[in-house]
């Protein structure tokens, strides 16, 4: 059976967006699938807009390129307003609840999964881990790889200066695998 899974991951500078694109990535790549990661920064860094196209597949990748992606992570409202319309029908979205109104979901004709990333991350004890909970979300929601391998992977994309958050991190982690299990599509 062939895979093939890509996601567009949108927020504003500052989220951490770059930095779960290239978690997947790096997952995806341990556990042997081909994989792109296309970084793409508004005008600013921080405070600017920022996204990511993660594609992961067990054939060959065509293009890195998403028009119409089968999945998105989105961490606020600028994000949705831009991508939500290009999602394929069906697709799979997780959503920040804590900063986009769960009404603002597209349910008719999408997977919406509305986690409140910020307030989640906040509970743990760190709101900038928002990031970490929205990718476990993701995990959880699509299957695309094993939760405790995107785990084992932060250690390759978290600099070893901050390698003591790496625990706290995969915690966060499991709390958004664990939200979207509980409650689902909205």
Do not use: W
Request: net charge negative; glycine share 10%; proline share 5%.
């Amino acid at each position: 059976m062939s895979i093939y899974k890509d996601v567009v991951i949108a927020g504003f500078g500052g989220q951490g967006v770059m930095l779960i694109g290239n978690l997947l990535a790096y997952s995806a790549m341990e556990a042997g699938l081909n994989v792109t990661y296309m970084p793409v920064y508004g005008p600013e860094m921080r405070g600017g807009t920022a996204n990511c196209a993660v594609v992961i597949s067990d054939d060959d990748i065509g293009s890195p390129i998403i028009q119409s992606p089968v999945s998105l992570i989105i961490m606020n409202r600028p994000s949705l307003d831009k991508f939500q319309p290009r999602i394929q029908d069906q697709g799979v979205m997780i959503m920040n609840t804590s900063l986009i109104e769960a009404e603002l979901a597209d349910t008719g004709r999408v997977q919406a999964f509305g986690v409140p990333c910020n307030d989640i991350a906040n509970g743990l004890g760190n709101t900038r881990m928002a990031n970490m909970v929205a990718i476990g979300a993701y995990v959880q929601a699509t299957g695309v790889l094993p939760l405790e391998q995107v785990q084992a992977c932060l250690a390759k994309v978290i600099s070893p200066h901050y390698a003591h958050l790496i625990p706290k991190n995969s915690e966060a982690i499991a709390a958004g695998a664990a939200h979207a299990a509980k409650y689902g599509t909205l």
